[in-house]
């Protein structure tokens, strides 16, 4: 069963900096896209960064020039750097990821659970 694992959230202020790491877990056949999203209290789930199977890169303009979004190909990884980091920033982040499991070679997106990440002003 593939799984994805978010880790590295926690309370941090402002200014400072954070990194998230998402790890996948089962055998996977091949993945494609994958990215960062979060959701803020009683907002709705936004996109935050994505990063394609060729390393091409979007973010949402609140975070240009604060977060990077990279990838470990070997590893089936993703990683968001979070620098400068605003109140505005505090959500639970997700990443995601459109992939193929080698069981059933059938893709469709996965979702972690979710990590916490808190700004203090």
């Known amino acids: 069963q593939v799984q994805l694992v978010e880790s590295g959230g926690g309370l941090v202020q402002a200014g400072g900096s954070l990194r998230l790491s998402c790890a996948t877990s089962?055998?996977?056949?091949?993945?494609?896209?994958m990215g960062w999203y979060r959701q803020a209290p009683g907002k709705q789930r936004e996109l935050v960064a994505t990063i394609t199977e060729v390393g091409r890169t979007t973010y949402a303009d609140s975070v240009k020039g604060r977060f990077t979004i990279s990838r470990d190909y070997a590893k089936n990884t993703v990683l968001l750097q979070m620098n400068n980091l605003k109140p505005e920033d505090t959500a639970v982040y997700y990443c995601?990821?459109?992939?193929?499991?080698?069981?059933?070679?059938?893709?469709?997106?996965?979702w972690g659970q979710g990590t916490q990440v808190t700004v203090s002003s």
């Open positions: 995601n990821a459109a992939l193929a499991p080698a069981a059933t070679m059938i893709w469709a997106t996965y």
């Open positions: 089962g055998i996977i056949f091949a993945i494609s896209d």
